[in-house]
């Protein structure tokens, strides 16, 4: 910034080539209180080494010089970018020349013989000369500011468009260029709306009136978006989550930032996750119900076929033993042993058969088995059981029935290996369409976390799962374990 202005000290540069003349005009600054220092030049090499050596604030030059000119001695200064005042003080110049001089950059001219426009002139020009300094630096720092930012969000793994209450681009940066394939000059020429956001996932059009980002610049809230589409400049469109920001100034919104990503790879893999998720649902249900099958066919051989043959076999032995037995001690005492033996053959077997599949399953329904399932839970482990059922009997899909049956069977099962409960209670009841489950257990529990993996807890939600049911399993340390399920009473079919 030139001295002069702030503190009236004024270095001066004179292109003169008469030394009373350059006095006069220091004598006439000096009374309109400057404090001047000033050199005076006559040639071009003098004015080259003067402006190499020193700081000049102003540059007064006199028009008619044997050696050297006005226009040479301005763009001297001109080639070194000073902008700094360059008045003309002449005795002799005419109108045009001083027009001529004034388009080519000179600032101002005086008349030697009017001195006193001097002072003024100067205070405005160095005024002015301040006034463009600091235009300058403020556009420099704006430049570097843009820079920075240009720099900032290029580095950036973003899309970002900022966008005025018109939808008229003003910023973009290169990732979005490369995600939309627009760049910053063609897309400014157009509507941002109405090029990449005029169009929703079903096809339909997109109005401005509905449009979230437009309407930021009406809430000024921030609005964000996990699954929208824009429009790529080959007409394709691609799944993105963006957040709209609105820019305010005087508390009014000027504009819109938004930010957003392409998360059509992403929304690929989750639907591939979801569909091999599906798919392994859609196996694990026709492993389960091939197991329930190959059980069931097992428990019915195991009954009918191998059941009866050593009943009957018991038979013959009864039969053999009643007419030889009393021949000889000793073969009545293997006959008894046999007895013996074959007695609890049968009745392993009968419970081998139960185990694999109640009969009662499927001969008196799922009520029924369930209470055979606790009674016999009961009597093996000694806990005590409370069992609420608010129907006789359940009019259940097969799979459903036989999954709430494995469900109760395995949490007991649970509760016997790992609780060290003394009580248990389960409910059982059929409201909205759907069939409940509690089981809860004033065992021991356990701390929720991934240390310990519990196949029987996985397998009951996977059972309620692949249901289109929902399982809750809650559990403390000392403040034992409860199961709670909720199934649709006919199931859910899973799309093969």
Request: glycine share 6%; aromatic share 4%.
């Amino acid at each position: 910034m030139p001295k002069g202005l702030m503190a009236n000290d004024l270095r001066l540069l004179m292109v003169e080539d008469s030394a009373d003349d350059a006095e006069l005009v220091v004598a006439e600054l000096t009374h309109a209180g400057f404090g001047v220092t000033a050199s005076r030049v006559e040639t071009a090499a003098e004015m080259e080494a003067a402006l190499k050596t020193g700081v000049w604030d102003a540059v007064l030059s006199d028009y008619n010089l044997p050696s050297f000119s006005t226009e040479a001695a301005l763009t001297m200064l001109q080639s070194r970018k000073l902008d700094i005042p360059f008045i003309i003080v002449s005795g002799c110049i005419g109108e045009e020349v001083a027009v001529t001089l004034m388009k080519a950059g000179a600032h101002d001219f005086v008349m030697k013989g009017k001195l006193a426009r001097l002072a003024p002139a100067l205070q405005r020009e160095l005024r002015e000369a301040v006034l463009r300094c600091e235009r300058r630096q403020a556009q420099e720092r704006l430049a570097d500011s843009e820079k920075f930012l240009r720099t900032m969000t290029a580095a950036l793994g973003e899309g970002i468009l900022v966008q005025d209450q018109s939808s008229r681009l003003i910023f973009m940066n290169p990732e979005a260029e490369r995600l939309l394939g627009w760049s910053e000059t063609e897309l400014a020429q157009r509507n941002v709306h109405d090029t990449i956001h005029a169009l929703q996932e079903n096809g339909s059009a997109h109005t401005r009136e509905a449009c979230p980002i437009l309407n930021v610049s009406h809430t000024g809230g921030v609005y964000r978006s996990y699954d929208d589409i824009f429009v790529h400049r080959d007409g394709r469109t691609f799944s993105v989550a963006y957040v709209a920001t609105p820019i305010i100034e005087h508390d009014e919104v000027v504009a819109t930032v938004t930010v957003f990503q392409d998360i059509s790879a992403r929304k690929q893999m989750e639907n591939e996750l979801r569909e091999s998720r599906k798919q392994l649902r859609a196996l694990s249900m026709f492993l389960q119900t091939v197991r329930e099958e190959e059980r069931k066919r097992i428990a019915r051989e195991l009954h009918d076929e191998l059941g009866q043959a050593l009943t009957a076999l018991k038979i013959d032995l009864d039969w053999l033993e009643a007419r030889c037995g009393n021949m000889d001690a000793r073969v009545g005492e293997k006959f008894r042993s046999m007895d013996v033996i074959l007695g609890k053959t049968v009745e392993s077997v009968r419970i081998i058969a139960e185990d694999l599949r109640p009969g009662m399953l499927d001969d008196l329904g799922l009520a029924a088995a369930i209470e055979w399932q606790v009674e016999k839970f009961q009597e093996r482990t000694t806990i005590q059981c409370e069992l609420s059922m608010n129907r006789d009997e359940f009019e259940l899909d097969e799979r459903v029935a036989t999954s709430v049956f494995r469900i109760v069977q395995e949490a007991l099962t649970n509760v016997a290996r790992h609780a060290a409960a003394s009580k248990v209670r389960i409910v059982v009841e059929e409201r909205d369409d759907e069939i409940h489950l509690e089981i809860t257990d004033n065992g021991k529990g356990f701390q929720a976390g991934p240390k310990k993996r519990s196949y029987g807890l996985l397998g009951i939600k996977e059972r309620v799962n692949m249901l289109g049911g929902a399982v809750e399993i809650s559990s403390q340390p000392g403040a034992g374990t409860a199961v709670r399920a909720s199934i649709p009473l006919h199931g859910t079919e899973i799309e093969q």
